[in-house]
């Protein structure tokens, strides 16, 4: 059964740091590329952070460069999102989501699997 | 790369639904969508512009042509409301983007 769970999420104040996790099960996970992809409440969808399955290249939105940083551990099935100088705008639903296809064309990569993602509130 | 949905939809039970994705040229494009009922995380019902996954219903169809990608929902039920993202890859940028959203409202 695929399963992906984040966790890490919760207040914190402006300025501050916190460190997003995804457990991976029933996905395959070291051979698919994965996201982060975080919704304001009440808002739209943001994606907000790329990774390839080898961690050979990552992207980062605009909104979000800088500070933010996706990583992953292959050998625990985990992709983590390191946010620091968390600002009130980066408040929302965090969703980490599997890219599939695994390889070829970027233009094909849709989001096929989501967690169900974890809430981070930046307030004072 | 900006893609633009109108905010809102509304349809009679058993009419058909459309929702539109606005972009230049972006019937050159890849588009996927998605459905996100309320309290609930996305889920993938169109790849590829014209692609269902398994279990997506055939009710549900997709086209991208011109500016204008569509998502087309016929027979609509009362379970399709929801809201709905178009999304495609920005290869000048290196970013994902997703649609601003339509909210589908049942009658």
Redesign the interface.
Known sequence: QEQLVESGGGVVQPGGSLRLSCAASGINFTYFSM?W?RQAPGK????VA?ILSDASNR?H??SVKGRFTISRDNSKSTLYLQMNSLRPGDTALY?CTRSYPADGS???????A????TLVTVSS | YVLTQPPSVSVAPGQTATITCGGKNIGNKIIHWYQQKAGQAPVLVIFDNTERPAGAPERISGSNSGNTATLTISRVEAGDEADYYCQLWDGFTDHFVFGTGTKVTVL
């Open positions: 996201n992809v739209g969808l943001e994606w790329f992207y939105a605009d969703y970027y233009y094909r990569r849709r989001f096929d989501w967690g169900q993602g």
